[in-house]
């Protein structure tokens, strides 16, 4: 009874997640229209569940549905970038000021090495841009506020979608390391101000980059 409840849930949002990831991969390109027709006979089901994942990814804002015409990858704007930044400049400089202050050594030395991992591997883009994710999360899983990282990972979504004009941008890689380090030696010193600040000028310098 159970399995057979979950089923229908499961195969939605994984679906949900494959569309995701070829959003972010940019296989889906902004402003392409999504041939539901085409993907369900591509994934082998019927148009319901294709239908609720387009939902789901809506909610995150990386689909925008238009009546009458269907489904279609958001194209963000200058504001919606700029919007983006400075709600996760806020909401995850917040998060390190308290890292700073209540973080154990043993969290911040598996921190120091998510950083370390960074920079071996400045010359892999899309390494790169997972470990950059993934010290950001540390930060915020360390803090330890689920509300806070339910809208971070929502506004991240959206951001993603316009990681090939930040961090790719040339140089942009260098300076992102650098800005972490003055993040994580803030951390170190269990400065709350420093790290505050350390971590808004990180996504000042990324909005430029994306804009």
């Known amino acids: 009874?159970?399995?057979?409840?979950?089923?229908?849930?499961?195969?939605?949002?994984?679906?949900?997640?494959?569309?995701?990831?070829?959003?972010?991969?940019r296989e889906l390109e902004p402003g392409a229209w999504i041939d539901e027709l085409k993907?369900?006979?591509?994934?082998?089901?019927?148009?319901?569940?294709?239908?609720?994942?387009?939902?789901?990814?809506?909610?995150?804002?990386?689909?925008?549905?238009?009546?009458?015409?269907?489904?279609?990858?958001?194209e963000v704007s200058r504001k919606d970038i700029s919007d983006?930044?400075?709600?996760?400049?806020?909401?995850?400089?917040?998060?390190?000021?308290?890292?700073?202050g209540k973080a154990t050594d043993e969290q911040l030395?598996?921190?120091?090495?998510?950083?370390e991992e960074l920079k071996q591997n400045t010359a892999d883009a899309e390494r790169f841009f997972a470990l950059n994710e993934s010290f950001h999360?540390?930060?915020?899983?360390?803090?330890?506020?689920?509300?806070?990282?339910?809208?971070?990972?929502?506004?991240?979504?959206v951001m993603k979608l316009n990681r090939h004009k930040s961090l790719f941008k040339q140089g942009r890689i260098e300076d992102s390391l650098a800005e972490h380090e003055a993040i994580m030696q803030a951390?170190?010193?269990?400065d709350p101000k420093i790290a505050m600040s350390a971590v808004q000028q990180h996504f000042s310098n990324g909005l430029d980059a994306a804009i």
């Open 1 to 25: 009874m159970t399995s057979k409840t979950l089923t229908p849930l499961a195969l939605y949002e994984q679906v949900a997640e494959q569309l995701r990831q070829r959003i972010f991969r």
């Open 39 to 74: 993907i369900a006979e591509e994934y082998g089901i019927s148009r319901t569940p294709l239908r609720e994942a387009l939902k789901v990814l809506a909610a995150e804002g990386l689909v925008t549905m238009k009546l009458r015409r269907g489904a279609y990858v958001t």
């Open 84 to 100: 983006v930044y400075r709600l996760l400049s806020l909401l995850e400089a917040d998060a390190a000021a308290e890292v700073a």
């Open 109 to 115: 030395q598996r921190l120091q090495q998510t950083h």
């Open 137 to 157: 999360m540390q930060i915020l899983d360390i803090a330890d506020n689920r509300w806070r990282n339910q809208l971070v990972a929502d506004l991240r979504k």
């Open 187 to 190: 951390l170190l010193k269990r």
